[in-house]
């Protein structure tokens, strides 16, 4: 049997991802989308695909590794990660958001953004801020951090931060102000390309269908 597994991202974008599968001939068990549930292994509508549900920053390397034949991940972690073995067939139109340079208004108000040169970000994404400033003649120390970056600023970690924003609500709260545009973030279906090889068939009927799903 040609099993196919599919890596669903945990967090904000399961109810938009739910309207696009449920409208499948493979839509999973309705416990993937309970975000109280523990589970972390889905059936679905057909015996030979099968779900998991995992941290959004996991799904492409679940992906890359072959743990997961297909998944859904946003271009931020597809770009971050920038793995060869995953290529991204198909924008599903969700989890609409931005990527963006964020510093303390207190900063801001000493300096403009096109004099900085030497500098230190907190970010989930060190290669996409380190190759953003590189490309404008900036030097960048990137401080890793999964979450919380907001905080990062006020406990004097840093004075900038690169992370994910919609309506800049956090920032604004955290006394942070958006500087500048990165990249627009949209999420993917992601596919294992020597999965894809072996599997195309059944592959490409599911990427067929996705995209009829899509609204």
Same mark, same amino acid.
């Given at each position: 049997?040609?099993?196919?597994?599919?890596?669903?991202?945990?967090?904000?974008?399961?109810?938009?991802?739910?309207?696009?599968?449920?409208?499948?001939?493979?839509?999973?068990?309705?416990? $993937?989308?309970?975000?109280? !549930?523990? =589970? +972390?292994?889905?059936?679905?509508?057909?015996?030979?695909?099968?779900? @998991?549900? #995992?941290?959004?920053?996991?799904?492409?390397?679940?992906?890359?590794?072959?743990?997961?034949?297909?998944?859904?991940?946003?271009?931020?972690?597809?770009?971050?990660?920038?793995?060869?073995?995953?290529?991204?067939?198909?924008?599903?139109?969700?989890?609409?958001?931005? $990527?963006?340079?964020?510093? !303390?208004? =207190? +900063?801001?108000?000493?300096?403009?953004?096109?004099?900085?040169?030497? @500098?230190? #970000?907190?970010?989930?994404?060190?290669?996409?801020?380190?190759?953003?400033?590189?490309?404008?003649?900036?030097?960048?120390?990137?401080?890793?951090?999964?979450?919380?970056?907001?905080?990062?600023?006020?406990?004097?970690?840093?004075?900038?931060?690169?992370?994910?924003?919609?309506?800049?609500?956090?920032?604004?709260?955290?006394?942070?102000?958006?500087?500048?545009?990165?990249?627009?973030?949209?999420?993917?279906?992601?596919?294992?390309?020597?999965?894809?090889?072996?599997?195309?068939?059944?592959?490409?009927?599911?990427?067929?269908?996705?995209?009829?799903?899509?609204?």
């Amino acid at each position: 049997m040609n099993k196919i597994i599919i890596a669903i991202p945990r967090g904000r974008i399961i109810e938009e991802c739910k309207n696009i599968l449920n409208k499948t001939s493979f839509a999973p068990d309705p416990l $993937l989308f309970d975000e109280s !549930s523990r =589970k +972390l292994t889905f059936s679905s509508s057909k015996r030979e695909v099968q779900y @998991i549900k #995992v941290r959004s920053f996991d799904v492409c390397t679940f992906v890359a590794f072959g743990a997961a034949q297909i998944g859904i991940a946003g271009e931020d972690v597809i770009k971050e990660f920038n793995y060869s073995e995953v290529y991204a067939p198909l924008n599903l139109k969700i989890g609409k958001c931005r $990527l963006s340079v964020a510093a !303390s208004n =207190k +900063l801001l108000k000493k300096e403009k953004f096109d004099m900085w040169s030497n @500098i230190r #970000v907190a970010t989930k994404y060190p290669n996409i801020s380190r190759d953003f400033f590189a490309n404008k003649g900036v030097q960048v120390e990137a401080i890793k951090l999964n979450g919380s970056m907001e905080l990062a600023p006020s406990l004097k970690m840093c004075r900038r931060i690169v992370d994910l924003v919609s309506s800049g609500k956090t920032l604004k709260e955290n006394g942070l102000k958006e500087v500048e545009e990165i990249m627009k973030v949209e999420s993917k279906l992601i596919i294992n390309r020597s999965a894809f090889k072996t599997k195309s068939k059944i592959i490409n009927k599911i990427i067929e269908e996705i995209k009829e799903a899509i609204i």
